[in-house]
């Protein structure tokens, strides 16, 4: 699957080869505060963590993965979106509600462009039938998260424990239905 460029943005899905990219948007403590407090992530964590993990959900033909951001404008490599089933690392994987989730450098936050990617590449998975709704999470005292989400549509359904294989937080998760094209 092809996510064409949407206003600002260009996008493609990444592979166990963008080590170095992932590695780049977990070096800024800002950008991890919400994830696990703002230590930076190791190279190791990402080969030995993130790569497998991502290596288990991703799927090039149902768009899901971690899609590589980049401006139009000077190509930079700003972040990602994650795309994949809900409570994938669970019994209990919802192959019709796709989870996104995002990570992007500080210099570039405020500017609009999680909402913009995401919003288009719920666009671009909107063809396939099966996906009835999309949803995200993030812990309660991350507004500017919740506000991306918001803006995405996603109406908040409930505050909970997540679980995950990589250990359990308390979030709110939001979902919308899926967006007919």
């Known amino acids: ?23 780049e948007v977990d070096q800024d403590p ?35 993965g971690i899609w590589q951001v980049n401006t ?16 994938f690392f669970s019994a209990k994987v919802q192959f019709d509600n796709l989870e996104l989730g995002w990570r992007f450098k500080s210099h570039v936050w405020g500017q609009g462009f999680a909402t913009e990617s995401a919003t288009h590449i719920m666009r671009g998975l909107s063809f396939n039938d099966t996906i009835q709704k999309f949803c995200a999470i993030a812990v309660p005292e991350n507004t500017d998260s919740i506000r991306v ?26 979902e919308r239905n899926r967006i007919d094209v």
């Open 1 to 23: 699957m092809i996510v064409p460029a949407s206003e600002r943005l260009s996008y493609r899905l990444m592979t166990d080869q963008d080590a170095d990219l992932l590695f």
């Open 30 to 64: 800002k950008v991890l505060k919400y994830i696990n407090g703002g230590t930076v992530t190791s190279m190791q964590e990402i080969k030995k963590v993130m790569i497998p993990r991502l290596k288990k959900y991703l799927d090039p033909s149902k768009g899901w």
């Open 72 to 87: 139009l404008e000077s190509r930079q490599y700003i972040g990602w979106v994650l795309v994949r089933p809900n409570d």
């Open 149 to 174: 989400m918001e803006k995405l549509g996603m109406h908040y359904v409930k505050t909970y424990i997540h679980q995950d294989p990589l250990g359990n937080s308390r979030a709110v998760y939001y």
